[in-house]
């Protein structure tokens, strides 16, 4: 039965996280893996995920199933987070999601079942796992300019002009904040620049929110979804707790639909129940039940904004230092653009061959698009990266 597939190439993070396994020198750095690290380079389980977690073990009295859309306390807390009372309550719905891919993949079930050749654009680069998954559910997907590997800036004039192109209905993929690969975010007036052509085009937005409070606040991150709520009739909001609550493998996310009416809004939350049914049936329970745990008590919801602040400075301080150290060893070299991207992720903006060198020479694991993971810089081995960095210049 099996005799006609063929093995397809390994993951290229999965390949280079076994590579750099594989390494025995002591001074090996990991700038490939996308998790969150700290200075002693473990990805813990926060401390307030720990008390939600005793909280679930003392008083949940039942395993059984839950429905299609997951809890309603975790839904309405995850929407206030992302939405805080923008766009009408009663035209919005939110469902509980294995993770943020698991809402990217519900939603473009939606998208299809209304539209079978609905058009996505996508930024150029985008998240590695969009294409996949988005096109492999049978979404058609256009590249929309969106970074300069060169000036490492957004390239937000041609940006505008291509989806100035866009026929109305057409889908338009934003990250919310931390823009995953290129850590690099249109500033609020880019932000209403770009609302104002989704407005004028009759686009609707579809926001992929993997990081909120991790660039620069939760408030701050969710700018572009609170803007656009208050202004389009349409939008799909993607969010994902893997990287702010660090529940990465007990998949948690959610997917908003704001829809022009109450009425389309049931029948939206009946097609999205029905398409839930048909893939994984019920959503995982126990991440979203920590959320939940968490962010319906002031007090521990207070805990988690100390928590992720201290994984957002530590993201933050690593990029500086990692700058300055450059500059010292690098002079004629600009790297200021580690300072002005946010979140985990931005290009090193060195070429594939150097990118090779780091590693053979140097024990430095970084994807070949030299984007690497800020999370894996410490204070202590920033020094030698800096210098190996400048090796290869
Ligand atoms: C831009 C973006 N969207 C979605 C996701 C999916 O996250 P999850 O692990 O919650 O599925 C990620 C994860 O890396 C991401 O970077």
């Given amino acids: 039965m099996f005799e006609g597939l063929k093995t397809l190439p390994a993951d290229a993070i999965l390949g280079l996280i076994a590579e750099y396994k594989r390494d025995t020198r002591v001074n090996k750095i990991d700038l490939g893996v996308g998790v969150y690290r700290t200075a002693a380079g473990e990805t813990p389980v926060l401390d307030v995920v720990k008390k939600a977690e005793q909280r679930l073990v003392d008083t949940q009295d039942s395993k059984a199933y839950i429905g299609t859309a997951g809890e309603p306390g975790f839904n309405a807390a995850m929407q206030t987070l992302a939405f805080a009372g923008h766009g009408d309550a009663d035209r919005l719905v939110s469902i509980q999601t294995p993770g943020g891919s698991g809402s990217l993949r519900v939603a473009a079930g939606l998208l299809l079942r209304a539209n079978e050749d609905t058009r996505v654009w996508v930024s150029d680069p985008t998240w590695a796992n969009h294409v996949p998954l988005l096109g492999g559910a049978g979404l058609t997907l256009q590249p929309y300019p969106y970074y300069d590997t060169q000036q490492h800036i957004i390239r937000i004039d041609e940006m505008l002009e291509t989806l100035r192109t866009a026929s109305p209905g057409d889908v338009v993929l934003l990250h919310a904040c931390c823009h995953n690969p290129s850590g690099l975010d249109p500033s609020e007036e880019q932000w209403r620049a770009i609302s104002e052509v989704i407005v004028e ?3 609707v937005p579809f926001v ?3 990081y909120q409070g991790f660039a620069h606040g939760l408030d701050e991150d969710a700018f ?11 939008m799909l909001v993607s969010a994902s707790c893997s990287k702010n609550f660090g529940l990465y493998r007990d998949r948690v996310g959610t997917l908003s ?9 049931d029948v939206v939350a009946s097609q999205l129940s029905n398409i839930v049914r048909t893939i994984y049936s019920v959503p995982p329970d126990h991440g979203a039940a920590v959320v939940s745990t968490i962010l319906n008590d002031d007090k521990l919801t207070a805990q988690w904004h100390v928590e992720l602040a201290e994984m957002r400075d530590r993201l933050r301080g690593m990029r500086v230092l990692l700058n300055d150290a450059l500059g010292k060893v690098a002079p004629d070299h600009d790297f200021s653009h580690l300072v002005r991207a946010t979140g985990m992720f931005c290009f ?12 053979k ?10 984007r690497i993971n800020v999370a894996g810089i410490t204070p202590d081995n920033v020094d030698y990266l800096a210098e190996s960095i400048a090796a290869v210049l």
């Fill in 348 to 359: 090193l903006g060195v070429s594939e061959d150097q990118v090779n060198r780091l590693k």
């Fill in 208 to 210: 992929d929110m993997a």
């Fill in 361 to 370: 020479d140097y024990g430095i694991y970084i994807v070949g698009s030299s």
């Fill in 257 to 265: 639909v704001l829809c022009p009416d109450s009425k389309t809004r």
């Fill in 224 to 234: 572009v979804i609170r803007h656009l709520a208050d202004k389009v009739p349409t």
């Fill in 201 to 203: 085009r009759e686009l």
